[in-house]
Every structure is written in structure tokens, then in C-alpha cells.
DNA sequence: GTACGCTGGGAGAGCGCTCTCACACGTGAG
DNA sequence: CTCACGTGTGAGAGCGCTCTCCCAGCGTAC
């Protein structure tokens, strides 16, 4: 084999790509990169020689040489991943990995453990990463918010700190959500509405109540008696039950409308509720929020808000990217929702 | 400012240490990989400086100059994200990056495009990972069988290919689980076990079918009905409702125990038994299978198979670094499953 | 006809690290 | 005392790419 002189059937290089259409490094690397000023006839030299070869750009090199890594760190404190597994953290993650399928950035996922976060932190303030989105939903978790100066991060969900009015996130309005859903109950002549709220450690809790309180005060409406749950299905039922404790068996429940913070929590309500008897929504109104997958199959179906969370995670990928590129996205960005309406309001 | 002549405060490099520590370059690389001959004095001068300067070694530069990535790939097929969004991928995909937390391995995650699937292609085969990690369901899923020879590769599930042999695959013994459930029924004097069975085209479906059929086969009972759902809840109730179409009214139903091959189908069937005034566990003993979230606040509670998501995902990843490592692991690895005893069995 | 842009392409110096050598320095055997 | 050998350290050549010059060539204005 002639000129075959024992050289290993290595992944092509640019150099290589150079040499097949008679050309300098420089040149190749200018039509991979989309630089403008190149002959039209030399850059279809450089691409036919390109597509013979099948080469790849390295990306390591490419990052060495440029300062860039192209590469997007997705940081979930180990808490979220456990305690928000299945309702949020699957889609957030999908709608944040299809936007970034589409440019030329690369999603590195990493759980946080809280035990260590200077590992965390070192791998982000190494160099490792153009920029970071943070999912979270705790307060605690919040030990990012620091690193927002020395690399572009955007949050998912609004970060709860006080000094954080200079950092980027992505959030569902939460408050104007739980006002649509309390505006609905009014709207369709319920008067003494009352609520389940989630946690309030937690700004979803603290603003889907918030939200429920001022619609109504808004309408002239007394609000209804609250009660707690930590957006589970057992606390559901257990804060729908306080809410009748005032009740005598058999009188009507003290309340004709219910909003609950999320859907879990209203599964186990409805339940509650029905097993004293009351028939909903015809004694009261039941709305959820979240849109679970579970709630048009409950009976009846759960009129309920949608969250878009994959929408929330390509939001935050697009911040994120437009940060990176130097431009000037919007520090706060709200994803809307929407009301769905079904069977039990 | 003497001795500060405008040099930019850019993160320490291994020259930077070296220079610190009074040595070359290679000591300090020798140092920081962990190469065992340098003299004990060395090492401690080469440690301090490292702390001294805070240095974080460059990914890049390393990858480049060594030519491995320590970047692990997790592809998920875009069907696969959506369709097991909820209540598959979220803990398999914690259970890997946990593992891999501890390695010096970096996770990407990709959403891979079925309509394009040159691109993950060609990133895989690119030079840009070291090995990837496949989770996926359903038969067409797989075009990246062929690439385990280009790769390591681990799929989660096995492939159902039939020319995968030679390929890498943590998963569940599906037939065997099913084989306790149905098992169990039989144990507790049921003799006419019904299952509702999941979808065709996919190990899950299949190997849950034929557990439970060999289960009773094994125990001299004669297989009862079976109708086929699609792993959803309403798929669940409507297959119920065709297990007792030849039923009359208010006869009892034509089995008293009832396999289902997910707790989702499992939720409607329940729901749709009851409907008929049938009684769960007294007239028709059920079992599931996934151990959902809700399984345990439906009424009555579910008993079903209990399956370590996480764990598949850290055997995955165990897998795959002892692969890349040089390693021979096991080609097939089983997670083991257990069963969750509850009221509804 | 000369001077001056301006524009496309090439040369070459790194980016931060690894890794193969070669070298200096003991140590033990001949 | 010399020679072979082992052991720890340094020198230096890349890994594949980007990017800053710099130069050649052309068009335009005077």
C-alpha cells in the first residue's frame, strides 16, 4: 500500500481538511466558524473537502484555544431532584435540553450535593462552563446566587433571597395564576371561597396563597377560611378535613369554592371531601394548579392551572444563551399559564 | 504597583503552580494524577502551592493533550422523554449523575432528536465522550445498538434488538417480578388471576405478560383473561371494563385476582372495578407495578412491585466507567425488585 | 503613474495540559 | 573503582484549534 505508511485511521483534523482543498488552517477554520470573507469558490472547496473527510470539529481544542466551552452546566440541589422527582424536574430539564439540542452548546447536568457545595462551585468557577442554570425551590438552596458575578446563571423558579433583584430567572407567576383560579370560582357564582395552601417556605406556596387572598379581596370577598399542606396528596386530605372540623356532620361544608395549591394536594382533598358526602362541584367548587398527569383522569377531572414547565426550561436555556452572547435578556421572565377547565369547577 | 505589570488575574494554570512550588510542569501534572513516584517533600511543596493558588485543573487543555474526555453522554430518545417523563426518567437520570458525581466523570445529557439522528451520531462518534449511557424503551429506539462497537455503551432496559448479545444492559427482571406478583396472588388463595397487560412492542410489556403467565402455568392454575392496555390510566380502566364484558350485572366477576403491568393502568382499573360495585382486595385481589408516587394514597392503597429507578441508573453508570476503565463487567446486569404489600392484595 | 486604502488568505504563536524521553543521581555488584 | 541499573525530575514536543498579525493583490483617487 503505497503512501499508506502505517499512519492510524485517525478522526480527521483541520489541518487534514486544509490540506484536501489546498488550503491553510485559517481558511478551514474560517468557513467552519462562518466568516463572511471568504471566495465563494475556495469555500466550497473547503466544504466539499469537509463533507469527504466527515470531519468533526474538536471540541476540546476548540474550546482551549477560544476561552469558550460551549458547554452549559444544569445544577439541581440534590434536595429538588428527590423531593420535586416527578411532577417538575423531567420536563424542566427536557425543555431546557431540546432548546440547547438546537445551538451549538452542550448541557452538562450535574446534582449538587448540599453536603459539599465547594465542589459545585469550583467545577463552575473553573472554567468548565459558559454559564449555569440553577432548578430550585428552596431557599436553602440559594447558595449560587453569590456566583451570579462571576459567571452568567439563570434561575428556575425565583430565587428567594432578599438581595437577589440582579439576578436572571424564569418563573410562572404564581400569584397571577392563583388569582385566575380564584377569579374563575367568582366568576361562576361562588362566594365563600376557601384555600389549601402549599408550603410556605417556599415562594410557589407563598404566592399561589398570596394570589388566592387578593382575588378576592379584590372582589369584595371575604376570604375563606386557609388552611396547610406541604403538597402532598395525605396533607390534601388531612388541611381539607380541618377545614370541615367547624362543621357539624350533615350541615353544608363552610364553603362553596376551594382553590389548592397544587393538585396533589386537591387528589387528596376531593377525596376527603367526598367521603363526607359533599358532591363536587355541585356543593364546591374544587380548582387545582399544576395540570399533573394524573388530574384529568380523577373524578371528576380536575379543573386545574397548567404550568408549561418544559417551556420553563427552554426559557431559561434562552436566557442563558442570549446572557452569554453578551446581550441584555430580561433579568425576570414569566412564563404564562393557563386555566384548564374540566369537571370539578 | 511594582511586579504588577498588568498581567489580568486569570485562573492559575499547572505553570503557574509549578512555578510557585519550584518545580516543572511534569512534577505538578505527576502530582495532580496521582503518579506515586515524587518524593514526599515534593509532593507537600506542590500540594500547598495547588491550595495556595486555588488551582482547578483545565478540563479542555487535559482532554485535548490526553485524548480521553471523562465526559459520560446520556442519551434519551425524544419519544422516551415524553412518553416516561413523569414517572421513569427523573430517578434513573439522578441515579446516574449521583454516581457519577463521585467519579471525576462529567454527565451530558442529551435529548436525542429521532427525526435527525445523524447528529447524536456523529457528537458520539466525534471524539467528544468517552462513553454513553442509553435509556430507552422502545424497540426503534435502539440504532444505537451498532454504535457499542465504536463506543462503550450501556442501555438502560434491555435492548430488544435481537442481535444485541454482545451489547452492555442494565435492567429489571421484568418476567421475574411479574412472576412474584402473580405468585403472590396465587399464595393468598386466589385462583383466577386476570392480568392486564402493557404494550407489545416494548421488553416491559412483554416480559410482565409472560412472567405472569408462567407464574400460574408453574402453579397448575389455567391463565385467566387478558386485555392489553398502554400503560395509562384510561387504557387501564377501559381493558378492566373488557375483562368483564361477558359478565352479567351483578354476577361476580369472572376472576379474583388481577396483575397489572403498571400502577397507572393499575389506578384506572381499580377506579373502574369499583365502579361496578366490586370490592378491592375482598372480590378481586390487585397488584401493580412501578410503585408510583400515588400508589400508596389511592384507595385502597396499592400493593405493587417496588422498582429502584436510581439504583438502574448508578448500575448503569457503574457499568459504563468500569467499561471505559479497561474493566470487563458483566454484559447483563439485574437489579433486583421487590414487592410493596399494601391493601389492594 | 504613484500612493493609498481595503480585502482575502497565510504564517505562526499560543491555549493548558500530558507524556515520552533523556538526564542526574544514588546504590549495589563485579 | 567502574559499570549497570533503578528512581525521581526536567525538557520539550505535541494535542487541534483560534486569532492576531502581516502580506499580497486589487481598485480607486489624485
Request: glycine share 8%; aromatic share 6%.
Given at each position: 500500500m503505497p503512501g499508506a505508511s502505517g499512519t492510524p485511521p485517525r478522526t480527521p483534523t483541520l489541518e487534514m481538511v486544509a490540506a484536501a482543498a489546498g488550503v491553510s488552517r485559517a481558511t478551514v477554520s474560517r468557513v467552519v466558524n462562518g466568516s463572511t470573507s471568504v471566495t465563494p469558490e475556495i469555500l466550497q472547496a473547503v466544504n466539499d473537502a469537509i463533507a469527504l473527510l466527515d470531519y468533526v470539529p474538536n471540541r476540546m481544542a476548540r474550546s482551549l484555544a477560544s476561552r469558550r466551552t460551549d458547554v452549559i452546566a444544569l445544577i439541581v440541589p440534590e434536595s429538588t431532584s428527590t423531593v420535586f422527582a416527578d411532577p417538575f424536574f423531567a420536563p424542566v430539564v427536557r425543555g431546557v435540553a431540546r432548546t440547547l439540542g438546537e445551538t451549538d452548546y452542550t448541557l452538562n447536568l450535574l446534582i449538587a450535593s448540599e453536603s459539599r457545595p465547594e465542589k459545585t462551585r469550583r467545577y463552575l468557577l473553573g472554567g468548565n462552563v459558559d454559564g449555569a442554570l440553577v432548578v430550585s425551590h428552596h431557599a436553602e438552596d440559594h447558595s449560587y446566587v453569590g456566583l451570579g458575578s462571576a459567571l452568567p446563571i439563570v434561575f428556575g423558579g425565583r430565587p428567594v433571597n432578599p438581595d437577589v433583584s440582579d439576578s436572571y430567572y424564569v418563573d410562572v407567576d404564581n400569584r397571577a395564576s392563583a388569582r385566575t383560579a380564584t377569579e374563575y370560582l367568582v366568576s361562576i357564582g361562588r362566594r365563600r371561597?376557601?384555600?389549601?395552601?402549599?408550603?410556605?417556605?417556599?415562594?410557589?406556596?407563598?404566592?399561589?396563597?398570596?394570589?388566592?387572598?387578593?382575588?378576592?379581596?379584590?372582589?369584595?370577598?371575604?376570604?375563606?377560611?386557609?388552611?396547610?399542606?406541604?403538597?402532598?396528596?395525605?396533607?390534601?386530605?388531612?388541611?381539607?378535613?380541618?377545614?370541615?372540623?367547624?362543621?357539624?356532620?350533615?350541615?353544608?361544608p363552610p364553603f362553596d369554592g376551594l382553590f389548592v395549591a397544587n393538585d396533589q394536594m386537591a387528589a387528596g382533598a376531593v377525596q376527603a371531601l367526598q367521603?363526607?358526602?359533599?358532591?363536587?362541584?355541585?356543593?364546591?367548587?374544587?380548582?387545582?394548579?399544576?395540570?399533573?398527569?394524573?388530574?384529568?383522569?380523577?373524578?371528576?377531572?380536575?379543573?386545574?392551572?397548567?404550568?408549561?414547565?418544559?417551556?420553563?426550561?427552554?426559557?431559561?436555556?434562552?436566557?442563558?444563551?442570549?446572557?452569554?452572547?453578551?446581550?441584555?435578556?430580561?433579568r425576570r421572565t414569566i412564563i404564562p399559564t393557563r386555566l384548564v377547565l374540566r369537571g370539578s369547577a
Amino acid at each position: 500500500m503505497p503512501g499508506a505508511s502505517g499512519t492510524p485511521p485517525r478522526t480527521p483534523t483541520l489541518e487534514m481538511v486544509a490540506a484536501a482543498a489546498g488550503v491553510s488552517r485559517a481558511t478551514v477554520s474560517r468557513v467552519v466558524n462562518g466568516s463572511t470573507s471568504v471566495t465563494p469558490e475556495i469555500l466550497q472547496a473547503v466544504n466539499d473537502a469537509i463533507a469527504l473527510l466527515d470531519y468533526v470539529p474538536n471540541r476540546m481544542a476548540r474550546s482551549l484555544a477560544s476561552r469558550r466551552t460551549d458547554v452549559i452546566a444544569l445544577i439541581v440541589p440534590e434536595s429538588t431532584s428527590t423531593v420535586f422527582a416527578d411532577p417538575f424536574f423531567a420536563p424542566v430539564v427536557r425543555g431546557v435540553a431540546r432548546t440547547l439540542g438546537e445551538t451549538d452548546y452542550t448541557l452538562n447536568l450535574l446534582i449538587a450535593s448540599e453536603s459539599r457545595p465547594e465542589k459545585t462551585r469550583r467545577y463552575l468557577l473553573g472554567g468548565n462552563v459558559d454559564g449555569a442554570l440553577v432548578v430550585s425551590h428552596h431557599a436553602e438552596d440559594h447558595s449560587y446566587v453569590g456566583l451570579g458575578s462571576a459567571l452568567p446563571i439563570v434561575f428556575g423558579g425565583r430565587p428567594v433571597n432578599p438581595d437577589v433583584s440582579d439576578s436572571y430567572y424564569v418563573d410562572v407567576d404564581n400569584r397571577a395564576s392563583a388569582r385566575t383560579a380564584t377569579e374563575y370560582l367568582v366568576s361562576i357564582g361562588r362566594r365563600r371561597i376557601a384555600t389549601i395552601a402549599g408550603r410556605q417556605d417556599m415562594p410557589a406556596g407563598l404566592d399561589r396563597l398570596e394570589g388566592w387572598r387578593s382575588a378576592l379581596t379584590d372582589a369584595g370577598l371575604e376570604p375563606g377560611p386557609v388552611a396547610y399542606g406541604a403538597f402532598t396528596q395525605a396533607s390534601g386530605a388531612e388541611a381539607a378535613e380541618q377545614l370541615l372540623a367547624h362543621a357539624d356532620a350533615g350541615t353544608p361544608p363552610p364553603f362553596d369554592g376551594l382553590f389548592v395549591a397544587n393538585d396533589q394536594m386537591a387528589a387528596g382533598a376531593v377525596q376527603a371531601l367526598q367521603a363526607r358526602g359533599i358532591r363536587i362541584p355541585l356543593d364546591v367548587a374544587v380548582v387545582g394548579y399544576d395540570d399533573d398527569t394524573f388530574a384529568s383522569s380523577l373524578t371528576p377531572p380536575l379543573t386545574t392551572i397548567h404550568q408549561p414547565s418544559a417551556d420553563l426550561g427552554a426559557g431559561m436555556a434562552d436566557v442563558l444563551v442570549r446572557l452569554i452572547a453578551g446581550e441584555s435578556p430580561p433579568r425576570r421572565t414569566i412564563i404564562p399559564t393557563r386555566l384548564v377547565l374540566r369537571g370539578s369547577a
